[in-house]
């Protein structure tokens, strides 16, 4: 069955540091690739996606992801922290993409604070 | 351009009441997604709508959850009777004509069961 993992559950950084989250997918063929924030009283907002070509993909809010399908990751980065990045990140696949129904398979989600 | 919305955001009963929570997509989505995060747990689909048809159920729990769209507008979804494992945030999404394309978020509502 397809999964998603996302093996931190909560990461906390420093205003103006770097980040990287960790996302890794399980499944037969390269599917289509997600990342998702949720802040407080939000709903989910799509950062980036990743379909095929370039894998280095660039996002909104100054975030990209990079596709590496040798170690089936799909991990997102920042190169400097805004404190309004703290928030909730969610990487997701779909793996029926295009098809009839396009469900999402998320991870479990990594909660990200940041620190003055 | 108004975004999903989801009513109520807050819901608290007691396990075997009935409840009801409704969603209203972005105007024109032919598409309605609903998922669920239990909490510390994944978000997980339940189903989609393709207008007022259900393209895909395969996600739902079990017969006590009942999703309607009637007229391919807002959609519902009803939990009867609930139970102490529904307790979760039901997460709401729509998407514009062919399935692939973008799903965008309501704010969820946060369902306690008692």
């Known amino acids: 069955a397809q999964s998603v993992t996302q093996p931190d559950i909560h990461i906390t950084v420093s205003e103006g540091a770097s980040l990287e989250l960790r996302c890794n997918y399980s499944?037969?063929?390269?599917?289509?690739l997600f990342w998702y924030v949720q802040s407080p009283g939000q709903g989910l907002q799509l950062l980036l996606k990743?379909?095929?070509?370039?894998?280095l993909v660039q996002g909104i809010k100054g975030f990209e992801a990079e596709f590496k399908r040798s170690q089936s990751s799909f991990n997102l980065r920042k190169p400097s922290v805004h404190w309004s990045d703290a928030a909730e990140y969610f990487c997701?696949?779909?793996?029926?993409?295009?098809?009839?129904?396009?469900?999402?398979?998320f991870g479990t989600g990594t909660l990200l604070a940041v620190q003055p | 351009e108004a975004g999903v919305t989801q009513f109520p955001s807050h819901s608290v009963i007691e396990k075997g009441q009935t409840v009801t929570l409704r969603c209203d997509p972005i105007?024109?989505?032919?598409?309605l997604y609903w998922y669920r995060r239990v909490m510390g747990k994944e978000i997980k689909f339940l189903l989609h709508?393709?207008?007022?048809?259900?393209?895909?159920e395969s996600g739902m729990p079990n017969n006590r959850f009942l999703a309607e769209r009637t007229g391919g507008t807002y959609s519902t979804l009803k939990v009867q009777p609930a139970e102490l494992e529904d307790s979760g945030v039901y997460f709401c999404?729509?998407?514009?004509?062919?399935?692939?394309?973008?799903?965008?978020f309501g704010p969820g509502t946060r369902l306690t069961v008692l």
């Open positions: 999404a729509s998407s514009q004509g062919l399935s692939y394309n973008e799903q965008f």
């Open positions: 499944y037969g063929a390269t599917p289509y």
């Open positions: 990743y379909f095929s070509g370039d894998t």
């Open positions: 997701a696949v779909a793996p029926n993409y295009g098809g009839a129904t396009n469900k999402l398979i």
């Open positions: 105007s024109g989505h032919d598409n």
């Open positions: 709508f393709v207008k007022e048809s259900k393209q895909d």
